[in-house]
C-alpha cells in the first residue's frame, strides 16, 4: 500500500482525464479517474482515502461538477476541491469554502501545485 495522496478526477473527456491522471500520477499522486458526478460519488463512499477532489465542471448525469463539489464538500470539509472548466464561466463565490478554480487549459505543474495540500 502506498502512501501518495489520493486524488479522485472527475472528467468526461477521455483523452483530458488520461493526462490529468498521467500528470497526477507522475507528480506522486495516486489518481482515481472517473468519468461523472455518480461515479464520482460512488467511489468516495467506498474509498475513506480520498484526499482530493479535481473536477469538472460539465459532466453528463443529473450533476455537474460545482454540485458534486458542494456535495463533497458538506459530506467531507476537510478535502482539498480543485474545480476546472474551458467552456463555463465560474464565480468563484459560487464555489465551495476553500474550493479552487483553474481554467482549461492548464499545465500539469498547475493541477499539481494546487493539490499539493492534499499531500499534508
Known amino acids: 500500500m502506498t502512501n501518495a495522496p489520493v486524488v479522485l478526477v472527475v472528467e468526461d473527456d477521455p483523452l483530458i482525464l488520461i493526462?490529468?491522471?498521467?500528470?497526477?500520477e507522475d507528480a506522486g499522486f495516486t489518481a482515481l479517474p472517473?468519468?461523472?458526478?455518480?461515479?464520482?460519488?460512488?467511489?468516495?463512499?467506498?474509498?475513506?482515502d480520498i484526499h482530493a477532489l479535481?473536477?469538472?465542471v460539465r459532466l453528463p448525469g443529473a450533476l455537474d461538477g460545482l454540485a458534486l463539489a458542494k456535495r463533497v464538500h458538506a459530506e467531507?470539509?476537510?478535502?482539498?476541491?480543485v474545480v476546472t472548466s474551458g467552456s463555463t464561466?465560474?464565480?468563484?463565490?459560487?464555489?465551495?469554502?476553500?474550493?479552487?478554480?483553474?481554467?482549461?487549459?492548464?499545465?500539469a505543474f498547475q493541477v499539481t501545485r494546487l493539490l499539493a495540500k492534499a499531500d499534508a
Open 19 to 24: 493526462h490529468s491522471h498521467l500528470a497526477l
Open 34 to 48: 472517473v468519468r461523472d458526478a455518480a461515479e464520482a460519488l460512488d467511489t468516495l463512499s467506498t474509498r475513506r
Open 54 to 56: 479535481f473536477t469538472d
Open 76 to 81: 467531507r470539509p476537510e478535502m482539498e476541491i
Open 89 to 107: 464561466k465560474v464565480d468563484v463565490s459560487t464555489l465551495p469554502r476553500g474550493a479552487r478554480f483553474l481554467p482549461k487549459p492548464y499545465t
